[in-house]
């Protein structure tokens, strides 16, 4: 079946310095999204990328979706302290019906 | 606008005992999601409502497992018998639509229900 892998797994990072998690799927999307969930919470939608090759900004978060639309990366540049939580992608497929499949996250940790 | 409503918020449970979670989507939603979400890893789906019909429940463990979405609201998910690896939290999302033909749509959690079963 469909797989969406994640990687790393985990991450710890001094302030300031930049942080990438990498989403990687088995069979081409239809778009991929990432949430954000920090530690006991639940999921937060942070974006959604659709276009072979898009590449979206939200301040210091970069967002890029392969071009044969099988990964995508997340950057942050210069993490912050509220940086901290499990980043997760998840991939859009529509094979007779519409499903997201989530990865299973990197964890993000920011020594202050 | 109000978010996805969930209870109990906490639950524990000893092992065969039954359980049942409510979930109140964001107004209007058509797509109603149950995951779970075990420590450490993402969020897997159990079951996708489009309105009151089941469009994926292909990973529900049916011999336990049971959710419900009367009239197109509100859900219940039932766990009956439970077993120890059923210690999760299980989120419910929504979304407006269940997608068009170029994406799937955004969803919005609620803040989960954590099952601890002993």
């Known amino acids: 079946g469909q797989q969406v892998m994640q990687i790393p797994q985990y991450q710890h990072v001094q302030e300031g310095e930049d942080f990438t998690t990498y989403c990687n799927s088995s069979?081409?999307?239809?778009?991929i999204q990432w949430y954000k969930q920090r530690p006991g919470g639940h999921p937060v939608f942070l974006i959604q990328?659709?276009?072979?090759?898009e590449v979206k900004k939200q301040k210091r978060l970069t967002f890029q979706f392969g071009e044969a639309k099988k990964n995508s990366s997340l950057h942050i540049t210069a993490t912050q302290t509220t940086d901290v939580g499990t980043y997760f992608c998840?991939?859009?497929?529509?094979?007779?019906?519409?499903?997201?499949?989530f990865g299973a996250g990197t964890r993000l940790f920011v020594k202050a | 606008e109000a978010g996805v409503a969930q209870s109990p918020r906490y639950k524990i449970i000893e092992k065969r005992q039954s359980v049942a979670f409510w979930c109140n989507p964001i107004?209007?939603?058509?797509?109603l999601y149950w995951y779970q979400q075990i420590l450490g890893q993402g969020p897997k789906l159990l079951i996708q409502?489009?309105?009151?019909?089941?469009?994926?429940d292909s990973q529900l463990p049916k011999d336990r497992f049971s959710a419900e979405r009367l009239k197109g609201v509100d859900s219940t998910l039932k766990i009956q018998p439970a077993k120890l690896e059923d210690s999760a939290v299980y989120l419910c999302?929504?979304?407006?639509?269940?997608?068009?033909?170029?994406?799937?749509?955004?969803?919005?959690f609620g803040p989960g229900t954590r099952l601890t079963v002993l």
């Open positions: 999302a929504s979304s407006p639509r269940q997608g068009t033909a170029a994406r799937t749509d955004t969803q919005y």
């Open positions: 069979t081409t999307l239809s778009n």
């Open positions: 990328l659709v276009k072979s090759g």
């Open positions: 998840a991939g859009g497929r529509n094979t007779g019906g519409f499903k997201t499949i």
């Open positions: 107004s209007g939603h058509a797509t």
């Open positions: 409502f489009q309105n009151n019909g089941v469009v994926d």
